[in-house]
């Protein structure tokens, strides 16, 4: 194992569980500093212990992306205790499938506030933190292949994985000036709690044919990633590697959305 992120400070929203807390432990491993960024502060706390037993170094914040408040106090909490921040992951994120003739305006603006908003607040509040350093940094977006193709139950999810595109590229035009990049990684589907959730949904509102199976049926590798499929492209964008990279949406899925 490399140690391509040795002594960066990472921070990772919503890596109590599935991609964000893989990407964690995956940069944990390769050396960096993390601050393991979540609502559910216990389970953050969980994963925290989890890298700090295997040698790793690691604290929680509880934060909500979509408080500005909340997410500038994790980046001060990462420069309280390591530092200074290197790279900064808008991971977290929802979704609420209806059919698209029930959605609602209070479904639509819950799902749009926290994955589109809170990538806005945690881009600018990072970018702030490495302009206030007078150093480069890195953002790195999760983004989705529902950004690049609208699905019929999850329309609000689309609409704000591709809001968050927009961002990536808008922020990436505002702040390579200042030497930081900004690009995004697009999963496709993933085996992670957040799914299991999204296949309950789905039954309940009579759309179970279009769930975690279904659509896995798609993929040309034959199988759903794991999260761990995630890291590698995660530990490219937040490295040395990925310097002359900014803007950029890098799918990971298996093959099932060819754009």
């Known amino acids: 194992m490399g140690k391509r992120v040795n002594g960066r400070t990472i921070i990772v929203t919503g890596s109590a569980s599935g991609i964000g807390a893989a990407i964690a432990k995956g940069c944990a491993g390769e050396g960096a500093n993390l601050v393991i960024a979540d609502l559910d502060e216990v389970a953050a706390q969980g994963v925290a212990r989890e890298i ?11 934060v909500d992306v979509t408080d500005r408040s909340s997410v500038r106090a994790g980046i001060e909490a990462a420069v309280a205790e390591f530092g200074a921040l290197d790279v900064y992951f808008n991971n977290a994120g929802m979704n609420a499938p209806l059919k698209f003739l ?16 809170g990538v806005l607040i945690g881009t600018q509040e990072a970018a702030r933190q490495f302009i206030a350093q007078g150093t480069s940094g890195k953002v790195v977006n999760t983004a ?7 699905f019929a139950n999850f329309a609000p999810y689309s609409a704000s994985k591709a809001a968050v ?20 990684f697009a999963p496709g589907v993933v085996a992670t709690p957040l799914w299991k959730k999204l296949d309950e949904d789905l039954a309940k509102i009579g759309a179970a044919d279009s769930g975690f199976d279904s659509m896995s049926s798609d993929i040309l590798l034959g199988r759903p990633a794991q999260p761990d499929d995630i890291v590698p492209t995660a530990l490219f964008l937040a490295a ?9 949406v890098i799918a990971i899925d298996g093959g099932m959305i060819l754009v």
């Open 240 to 248: 040395d590697d990925s310097d002359y990279i900014t803007g950029q």
């Open 52 to 62: 700090v037993e295997g040698g790793g170094r690691a604290i929680a914040v509880r």
């Open 102 to 117: 029930d959605i609602t305006e209070e479904n639509f603006e819950l799902v749009m506030r926290v994955n589109a908003l």
């Open 144 to 150: 989705s292949i529902a950004g690049r193709q609208g």
């Open 165 to 184: 595109i927009s961002l990536t590229q808008a922020a990436a035009r505002s702040f390579a000036e200042q030497r930081i990049t900004v690009n995004a």
